[in-house]
């Protein structure tokens, strides 16, 4: 068990809806990481927050937004669903931000997302 | 072009067998960190090891090791003793040490099949 832990584990929804996921990263964590899992495209970085700030973003889609609350948990919107955005997303955690080059990132279990 | 490269798409082992998982990387960063992630048919993402950029030793985890060759770039993954449980998806990963982007990028991944 990471002790990252993400809700729901599967997620069903049509095309055009909007859906959230939630992320708890492990105790301690400030750093919080989501990437989305695809058969084509891999594994794909879409944002990080650090201690609520966002810190870093990659090929996250506009359609997308994500946020960290004072809690430290996070939650990522997708919103105008396509049938393409169906994928696994994955929230991460990690113990330090800066100076931690060997610190892992610590993944959750992950949100299958289906889009119809 | 691909920061992380795994060339193999698939590798079968017989159990009890060592086995080599090829991973090279692209970075003109001086410091940067090596990850390596086992992704069993379950889902769960699965640290396994990490080597550092300035680390004059090959990182070792039980059964798991790293052959880390600088000047060729390349971060191959050694499962001595391969068992039934390590079939799985492998990823290899690294973390660029400039700027504030602690993400990883991760490489395509190999499945790795282990045969009784």
């Not at chain 2, 990182?59 to 090791?65: D, L």
């Amino acid at each position: 068990d990471s002790g990252v832990t993400q809700t729901p584990k599967h997620l069903i929804t049509a095309t055009g809806q909007r859906v959230t996921l939630r992320c708890s990263p492990r105790s301690g964590d400030l750093s919080v990481y989501w990437y989305q899992q695809s058969l084509d495209q891999g594994l794909q970085f879409l944002i990080q927050y650090y201690n609520g700030e966002e810190r870093a973003k990659g090929n996250i889609l506009e359609r997308f937004s994500a946020q960290q609350f004072p809690d430290l948990h996070s939650e990522l919107n997708l919103s105008s669903l396509e049938l393409g955005d169906s994928a696994l997303y994955f929230c991460a955690s990690s113990a330090v931000q800066t100076g931690g080059l060997n610190s892992p990132l610590h993944f959750g279990n992950g949100t299958r997302l289906t889009v119809t | 072009a691909q920061k992380i490269t795994q060339t193999q798409p698939g590798m079968f082992v017989q159990e009890k067998e060592a086995v080599t998982l090829d991973c090279t990387y692209d970075t003109s960063d001086p410091s940067y960190g090596l990850f390596w992630y086992k992704q069993p048919s379950s889902g769960e993402m699965i640290f396994l090891i990490y080597q550092g950029s300035y680390d004059q030793q090959n990182a070792t985890e039980g059964r798991y090791s790293l052959n880390f060759q600088k000047a060729r770039k390349s971060a191959n993954l050694v499962i001595s003793a391969s068992q039934l449980g390590d079939s799985a998806m492998y990823f290899c990963a690294m973390r660029e040490g400039g700027g504030s982007n602690y993400k990883l990028t991760f490489g395509k991944g190999t499945l790795l099949t282990v045969n009784p």
